[in-house]
């Protein structure tokens, strides 16, 4: 089916948003390695803040939620646009380590707000979720390839102070479009029961945060949750460390690039093919997301995921050809599992909660995902590269079992209606 009008706007914006939030967070490590040198510290503090607006990041998703119930999602992603860009401009302020800690903090604080507020206006006003969730995906993945190739490529003739204002550019001219964009943000739940937010809801208080948040962890919300969680646990403990392990086998050692791009090496460029067979394999999941129940694709994915994860020792004994294979179907499914996890969202939480569900949902997705980080580098440090991947794999696989539990339990919706049809007898 083709998008509508309303899809089709939704779309735009929300597409052009996610890959702003990208664009600045995959950024970010370029400029560690100038910060080191110009202000003469070491990699571990510089780590700690970089690590800072990372944890922000997951950590204020949640908040984030409950704000884009209370104002409206579109208030809420327009805030992240501003308050991002805003944040990258105040570096070129930075006189110290300190400063750039301080707008790396805001920049985190602000950019959590994205995730939970932007699907919550995908998942309520978009009729063909599917399709614009694989399309919304492709878009973050054009921001994870762009913000670090335009920041590098700027860095060769500016200043990194001049580059910050410069990436800050895109932020400042997304927010200009979304101010003059025009939608309806409940149009696909409007009709259903009249529950629907539309950010007008005063609700939220800390009672009812309680209130809410014990009513969607006492239904499938809990299993969906779990999902996202392990999601976050792989995804960051196979793409923080892949790009070292690549640079490190013996096989892509052998080719040295092209005097203009000596700085990189083979493994870099496998790992670009891997973000762009993220994009195809985004864009066929949220396909299929409107023709195989997303349960049932989680745990296809999660599957595939486990075996890949084991198939990296072999693969890295190969050839050139074999490894650049293994990049790209990991990259295909490690990136066609989140239209599943962000429609099993919209499929399991009811539309006047959503904000709170994608909160909860991108807390364990950034938050409790990158405690997988830490793991890998002692498996790295005190074991072996065939440890981290059997961890990755049992990981993959305990998200097929709990994928596997929402496939089998209650259908969508059941419990609502077995709550409500109680309720009636009762009274």
């Keep these: 089916m ?40 070491s990699i571990a503090a510089a780590g700690v803040v970089v690590a800072a ?12 939620g409950l704000l884009a119930d209370r104002y409206g999602p579109k208030r809420l992603v327009l805030a992240c646009l501003v308050g991002m860009s805003l944040s990258f401009a105040t570096l070129a302020l930075a ?7 301080v707008s790396l903090i805001l920049w985190g604080i602000t950019a959590s707000v994205y995730h939970p507020a932007g699907l919550a206006l995908i998942s309520t006003g978009v009729e063909e979720r599917g399709t614009v969730f694989a399309w919304h ?33 895109p932020g400042a001219l997304a927010t200009l479009y979304g101010l003059r964009a025009r939608f309806d943000p409940t149009a696909a739940v409007a ?30 919300f809990l299993l969906v949750f779990a999902v996202v969680t392990v999601v976050g646990l792989y995804y960051r403990g196979v793409l923080t460390y892949l790009p070292e392990l690549l640079n490190g086998l013996p096989a892509l050692a052998v080719i040295e690039p092209p005097a ?17 067979a993220g994009m195809a394999g985004q864009y066929v999941a949220g396909k299929l997301t409107s023709r195989v129940s997303v349960a049932r694709g989680l745990v296809v994915v999660f599957v595939g995921l486990a075996i890949i994860a084991v198939a990296f ?26 239209p599943f996890y962000q429609e099993a969202v919209a499929v399991y939480t009811p539309p006047d909660g959503r904000g709170l569900s994608y909160g909860y949902t991108y807390l364990g997705m950034f938050g409790l995902g990158s405690l997988s980080i830490a793991l890998g580098g002692f498996l790295l440090d005190h074991a072996t590269m065939a440890a981290l991947f059997a961890t990755l794999a049992a990981i993959a696989l305990l998200g097929a079992g709990i994928a596997l539990k929402l496939l089998v339990g209650p259908a969508p919706g059941s419990e609502s209606a077995s709550t409500e049809s109680t309720a009636a007898a009762d009274d």
């Design 260 to 276: 203009a791009l000596e700085e990189l090496s083979l493994g870099d460029y496998f790992y670009v093919a891997l973000l762009v």
């Design 191 to 220: 009709d259903d029961d009249g529950s629907a937010t539309d950010g007008s809801s005063d609700a939220l208080s800390a009672g009812e945060f309680v209130s809410n948040s014990r009513t969607l962890f006492a239904g499938p």
């Design 137 to 169: 995906g492709i878009a973050g993945n054009l921001g994870i390839a762009l913000g670090p190739f335009a920041a590098a490529t700027l860095l060769l003739a500016l200043d990194w102070r001049v580059v910050a204002v410069a990436l800050a550019i």
């Design 313 to 338: 020792v072999p693969v890295s004994a190969m050839g050139i050809a074999s490894i650049l294979l293994y990049c790209t179907v990991l990259g295909f499914a490690l990136f066609a599992i989140e």
């Design 53 to 64: 607006g990372y944890l922000l990041f997951g950590v204020g998703a949640l908040p984030a």
């Design 2 to 41: 083709t998008l509508n009008d309303n899809d089709r706007s939704i779309a735009a914006f929300a597409m052009l948003a996610h890959a702003t939030v990208h664009w600045f967070e995959l950024a970010i490590p370029i400029f560690l390695v100038v910060w080191l040198e110009t202000f003469e510290i």
């Design 95 to 101: 006189t110290s380590i300190y400063a750039i800690a």
